[in-house]
């Protein structure tokens, strides 16, 4: 069984034939972006407008492909999810997914290229001069706090909210946007608890060598929408910080 959803404003042209169906998505060449055993990335350039097509094939056993939920499925979700939360990802085009004998077979989601952004990681290894502009790392940074309360709110984790994964336009005034969230998911109680402080473990794990511990304390500040820290926030931070130092080295 197969289903494929094409946003109806891209269902003429050369994208309407190219996205028309899972079929035509799997056929369709471009310049590959990245690839492993299980996915692949790349990124088209039809009617002046670029693309990427994210392509899954099967993963893991038969039960594991019947009962999981499969990565792509949860990318394309995913962003839906943010762009009802008001939170801004790249417009999402076509998705959708095919099984065989009721277990995932292959899937893929579009999205529409965000032109002159870059992700936040790239910026940090590259040095670029607008991390050290307090103003321009304060919007950032709101924007960030803002997001990433809005998923915590809805009791939403990301659990792979990395400076990789959020991207910024070079506009004056910087638009943030995330991206890449196929693990993201619902959570409860202590679990979610939990959820929470890795998200925020994940984005100080490159913060904290890029920002100072006055602006690490102003974007939690900004998260909890607080002039100060309370007695629990003191704990949370805590947690926050020892999260990484607790993970097995790799």
Not at 17 to 43: N, W
Not at 131 to 146: F, H, N, P
Not at 170 to 188: H, K
Request: aromatic share 12%.
């Amino acid at each position: 069984m197969s289903a494929w959803t094409l946003d109806p404003e891209y269902a003429v042209g050369e994208a309407g034939k190219a996205f028309v169906d899972l079929d035509a998505v799997f056929a369709q060449q471009g310049k590959q972006i990245t690839r492993d055993s299980l996915s692949e990335v790349l990124y088209v350039q039809l009617d002046g407008r670029g693309y990427y097509v994210k392509r899954y094939w099967a993963e893991g056993g038969y039960v594991r492909r019947v009962i999981s939920r499969p990565r792509i499925k949860g990318e394309w979700q995913n962003l839906l999810y943010f762009r009802d939360w008001g939170i801004p990802v790249a417009r999402v085009v076509g998705y959708g997914m095919e099984r065989r004998a009721g277990a995932f077979h292959r899937g893929a989601v579009i999205t529409e290229e965000l032109y002159e952004t870059q992700d936040l990681a790239q910026l940090a290894s590259t040095g670029d001069v607008r991390l050290r502009d307090r103003s321009w790392v304060t919007q950032v940074m709101q924007q960030i706090a803002d997001a990433t309360r809005t998923m915590h709110q809805r009791r939403f984790a990301h659990n792979d909210l990395k400076w990789r994964n959020i991207l910024v336009n070079d506009a004056p005034r910087p638009s943030v946007y995330m991206i890449d969230c196929p693990t993201g998911a619902f959570w409860w109680g202590p679990f979610l608890e939990h959820r929470k402080n890795k998200d925020l473990a994940c984005l100080d794990k490159l913060g904290k060598t890029q920002l100072s511990r006055t602006q690490r304390l102003r974007f939690y500040l900004m998260y909890v929408e607080q002039s100060r820290l309370q007695s629990a926030d003191k704990k949370r931070i805590r947690l926050v910080l020892g999260h990484m130092d607790r993970r097995p080295h790799k």
